[in-house]
Structure formats: C-alpha cells, structure tokens
C-alpha cells in the first residue's frame, strides 16, 4: 500500500530515513480501556490480537496498529496541547474503507467529524470517545500525484469537499452491509488488510517541528499550509507525519495527560535503527536504544519509539 520511490530532495542520502521506511502502531493512554476496545474493535473493525492486563493491542491480519494502555491515574489531556491530531489508518480499497465508515455510521454515529477529498487520498474523520483523532483512508494511485518543483519537491494536496453519502452508494458492498448489521461483534479474519498510514500531531509551532521531523530525524519535507502545518515522508509517500498549529500554536512540552503514548516509526534493518541513534546524538538529541528500539522525545515531549521492520 506505500510503495516506495528516489528521495524527492537533494539532501544526502545518509541524513534521510531509508526510502522504505513505515509507520508503526500507535499507543494511546487510556481511561477507559473497554469503551476504547469496544469502539476501535466493534466501530473501526480492528481485530483484537492480544489482552493482557492493562493493555489491548489491535490490528488486522496480525498486523499491530493500536495499542490501548489504561491509566485512569491520568486527567484528560487538553484540546489546545501539544499531542495527537489524528492516527491515519490507510485501506487497501475503497470498499475496505466503505466497510468502516459504515460500520462508524451505524455503531457510533456521534464520533463522525468529516470528510475529505486531498487529491491524494480521500479521507473520513472521527473523533473517539475519550477525543483521539481517527482518519480512515483510501489513497490514490501514485501517478495521479501531481508534485511540483525542480530543486525540491512538493506533492499538491487540498481539501476539497467529499460526500459520505455518495461515497458509501458507490462502494459500499452487501458483505459490508450484513457485517455492520448483526449483532455478532466478532471481527471476521476475512477483511482486507490495513496500516497505519500516516500519524498527524499537535505542536507548538513549525519551524520547530521542521527542524526536529526534517533537519534532524530525517524526513522530507512533501507539502506545507503557510506556517501552520507540515507534511513529511520518506520514500516519496505524500506523508508519513504531519504537525500543524490550529489547535495548539505556542504549546509547550506536554504534561502527562491521556491521549497519545507512543508513536512508532518502523525502519528496514537494525542497522538503520543504530545509524539514526547516531545522527541524533549528533545533534544533542537524548536519545535512549537499547539495541533494539530507538526511544526519543520531540520538542513537545512526544514519545517516538524507531524500530526494525
């Protein structure tokens, strides 16, 4: 589902991401792990692949996308803090995403926040109970991107007005129609795979977020919204992370709250794992690898945790 193509900059190749790399689960600090489990199992159609204690780990396929962590200790986090815009999970086809907004639709009703056509993918947005950005997807086909620019790249992207109704009229299928219509809960292995496509943050402010995603972790810069938002990705991707301001301009590093844990990135070899552990610490950013897993903190104190696919 995200193909990878040649950097889109002409940065060197050591201080970019490999071309491969991918987004992993993301983990959410939760008051209220059976509601949580209940809405991402019975609503977004994510099977439950592990319970243990405090902890529901969810996915498709095996496939690890969310990881819902209790801890009631926490008060809410704020709307205007640093922190989670919204977790991105990209479908394989638009009837894969037709069965989802559906079952949405039907399950929790109240949580729809949206629609979207970006040009380069077509976007639903919702709001989980405890007030977790959700966006399902479906992308284009790459060679409908349109990038502009000689030197560095930017692919277009929009927000243009997308209608729910007709997009379920024309995809929805009679197979997704009777799984959100009975009453049996139980997610079938049948449905098609899913990823995290894409993880959007809160920050305090751009040229901040910029300097730590681009200059420093190594990511490409794809697109911007004036100095209100930026989209970075590797591999050509249109984004793999953005951070924006409408919500949270001047925030601070976060205070522990619910909402966001951990944001995995998954890189192809442990060799790349070690060789970022470098170039961050190279530019005094405290990073801590356990020759596994790379752990490191943005500016808002974000936890980012880099891995070996």
Do not use: C
């Not at 795979?193 to 943050?201: E, K, P, R, S, Y």
Request: net charge negative; no cysteine; hydrophobic share 45%.
């Amino acid at each position: 589902m995200s193909q990878t193509v040649a950097p889109i900059s002409n940065r060197p190749v050591e201080d970019l991401l490999p071309a491969a790399t991918a987004m992993g689960s993301v983990t959410l600090l939760v008051g209220d792990l059976d509601l949580m489990t209940t809405y991402y199992r019975d609503g977004v159609l994510l099977q439950v692949l592990r319970a243990e204690g405090d902890e529901v780990s969810l996915g498709r396929h095996g496939v690890e996308l969310l990881v819902l962590r209790h801890d009631p200790s926490l008060p809410p986090g704020s709307p205007r803090s640093a922190g989670l815009f919204h977790t991105a999970f990209l479908f394989e086809d638009h009837a894969s995403l037709a069965a989802v907004v559906a079952s949405l639709a039907v399950r929790a009703p109240r949580t729809f926040a949206g629609s979207s056509d970006h040009l380069v993918s077509e976007a639903f947005y919702f709001t989980d109970p405890e007030g977790n950005g959700v966006e399902l997807y479906v992308d284009r086909p790459r060679d409908a991107w349109v990038w502009t620019g000689d030197r560095v790249k930017q692919v277009a992207m929009a927000t243009h007005y997308l209608d729910p109704n007709r997009f379920l009229a024309e995809h929805l299928t009679d197979e997704a129609r009777d799984l959100i219509t009975t009453t049996d809960r139980t997610v079938p292995a049948t449905l098609p795979g899913a990823v995290v496509g894409h993880v959007h943050l809160q920050v305090g402010d751009v040229p901040t977020a910029r300097d730590f995603y681009v200059a420093m972790l190594g990511f490409e810069e794809t697109t911007t919204y004036g100095t209100q938002a930026l989209f970075v990705a590797a591999g050509g991707y249109h984004h793999h992370m953005a951070m924006n301001t409408w919500n949270s301009a001047g925030a601070g590093p976060r205070v522990p709250a619910l909402g966001l844990g951990t944001v995995d990135i998954v890189v192809p070899t442990a060799q790349d794992v070690a060789a970022l552990s470098e170039r961050m610490r190279g530019h005094g950013v405290d990073v801590r690898h356990d020759g596994a897993v790379l752990r490191l903190n943005d500016p808002w104190n974000n936890l980012i945790e880099v891995r070996a696919a």
